[in-house]
């Protein structure tokens, strides 16, 4: 499966959202992940590899960095080749993830190449303004909303509303993406137990059909019945 995670304003967390779904998806469930970062020039996803950055070949599929977390590649424009590229790649891993950097020129290009768009939104109204425009460019039926960094300071059904469409993860506010920002270490892989770990999650829910962290209740429900 293709996704980009985008916004068209900068500072929402949209790095963090693709790494740590990244790391998720490799870490709980087993899935082989390759995420690209189209942010060549200034990648921040370079500071969870152990190695210096590698720039060689131009391909998708050269210059791949192994992280402890995910498969790793840097890159800075969309060439017409991707297409062939991504269909060599889909043989090896099971998700490709894009980091799209704010850019709306490179958010639509990068549609034709993905199934789906994960469009990340901080809960005000600029943020949401913002990306309001570039979800009127793109093809709904392939956005999910992510709103990140959530206070409830905003009603869900608010953005909802301004959208037509549900909103399909929050990611809460929390200390814990501090502390692990800290350290250099996806949220997911600093805390298992963190509440942003539970979203992660849910997230992946999404895309696997599984759930890994299981509410208490649903411990008690699966005791019952074995």
């Known amino acids: 499966m293709r996704i980009a995670v985008v916004s068209l304003k900068g500072g929402v967390g949209k790095t963090f959202v693709a790494v740590n779904l990244s790391t998720y998806l490799y870490r709980y469930h087993q899935k082989k992940v390759l995420l690209i970062d189209l942010n060549g020039k200034v990648p921040n ?86 990306n309001y425009k570039v979800y009127r460019i793109l093809n709904p039926e392939k956005v999910k909303l992510i709103v990140n960094k959530y206070n409830k300071e905003i009603d869900l059904g608010i953005i909802s509303a301004i959208f037509k ?11 814990d993406v501090i502390e692990a920002e800290k350290r250099l270490l996806p949220v997911v892989v600093y805390k298992e137990n963190s509440k942003v770990t539970k979203a992660f999650d849910e997230l992946c829910y999404l895309f696997t059909g599984k759930r890994i962290k299981k509410s208490v209740l649903e411990i008690i429900k699966s005791l019952l019945f074995i």
């Open 165 to 175: 469409k549900p909103v399909g993860a929050v990611i809460p506010y929390s200390n």
């Open 45 to 130: 996803t370079i500071l969870f590899a152990k190695t210096k950055p590698c720039y060689w070949g131009e391909r998708l599929f050269q210059g791949i960095i192994v992280t402890p977390f995910f498969h790793l590649k840097l890159a800075n424009t969309i060439e017409y080749y991707y297409k062939k590229d991504l269909e060599i790649l889909e043989k090896v891993y099971d998700f490709i993830i894009f980091d799209v950097p704010p850019n709306i020129v490179k958010i639509k290009k990068i549609e034709q190449y993905v199934d789906v768009i994960l469009l990340v939104i901080n809960p005000d109204f600029l943020s949401i303004y913002t």
